[in-house]
């Protein structure tokens, strides 16, 4: 299969079950558009990974459902250890000398400051990875991950078509999780 073909049909199968596979994304993380849109862009990427090994007839939907359901189970497994994390943090009642709520994490034994996670955008790493971006994925950045808006409000904002804005921010957060598998693991 050529490039152009192999594109043709993505955007093909894109177009046909985009909506439902979405929705479906969406009931199953309880409503949350930015999770439900992180899943939904794994499982597109994954199909278009694969294009050239599959072999795609009428059952490409029920492929779809069920990298679907492998993506969404991953997702609550990362979110699920995440939460746990935070709740254990939330539920310390120990103060730090300088006025700040602090526990010991118990995965890893770590004194941690803060409890809010968007505290993790503004720690030294993060601010050197947004430096090392390009001006344009730096908008992205900071539009999608630091104000937390949806793909299509980021396009809108950054002035760039929905599907650019998309693969730039796929390509980002790749990054992301590099650099937090990087630094955490």
Same mark, same amino acid.
């Given at each position: 299969?050529?490039?152009?073909?192999?594109?043709?049909?993505?955007d093909?199968?894109?177009?046909?079950?985009?909506?439902?596979i979405?929705?479906?994304c969406?009931?199953?993380l309880?409503?949350?558009?930015?999770l439900a849109?992180?899943?939904?862009d794994?499982?597109?990427i994954?199909?278009?990974?694969?294009?050239d090994?599959l072999?795609?007839?009428?059952?490409?939907?029920?492929?779809l459902?069920?990298?679907a359901? !492998?993506k969404i189970?991953e997702?609550l497994?990362? %979110?699920? $250890?995440?939460? *746990? +994390?935070?709740?254990?943090? @939330?539920?310390?009642e120990?103060?730090?000398?300088?006025?700040q709520?602090?526990?010991?994490?118990?995965y890893?034994?770590v004194?941690?400051?803060s409890t809010?996670?968007?505290?993790f955008?503004e720690?030294?790493d993060?601010k050197?990875f947004k430096?090392? !971006?390009?001006?344009?994925?730096q908008?992205?950045? %900071?539009? $999608?991950?630091? *104000? +937390?808006?949806?793909?299509? @409000?980021?396009?809108?904002?950054s002035?760039?078509?929905?599907?650019?804005?998309r693969l730039?921010?796929?390509?980002?957060?790749e990054r992301?999780?590099?650099?937090?598998?990087?630094l955490f693991y």
């Open positions: 299969m050529s490039d152009n073909e192999k594109n043709d049909r993505f093909e199968i894109l177009d046909t079950y985009k909506q439902e979405f929705n479906y969406f009931r199953k309880s409503q949350n558009t930015f849109e992180e899943v939904f794994d499982i597109f994954h199909l278009y990974s694969k294009m090994h072999i795609l007839g009428k059952n490409i939907r029920a492929y459902y069920r990298t359901d !492998l189970k997702k497994r990362t %979110e699920r $250890r995440y939460y *746990k +994390h935070h709740v254990s943090l @939330e539920e310390s120990e103060i730090a000398p300088e006025g709520q602090s526990t010991t994490d118990s890893s034994q004194d941690v400051t809010n996670p968007d505290d955008l720690s030294p993060m050197e430096r090392s !971006l390009s001006f344009q994925d908008q992205l950045y %900071e539009l $999608r991950i630091e *104000k +937390h808006l949806s793909i299509k @409000e980021t396009a809108e904002r002035n760039l078509p929905y599907s650019t804005t730039h921010l796929m390509s980002i957060e992301v999780k590099e650099k937090i598998h990087e």
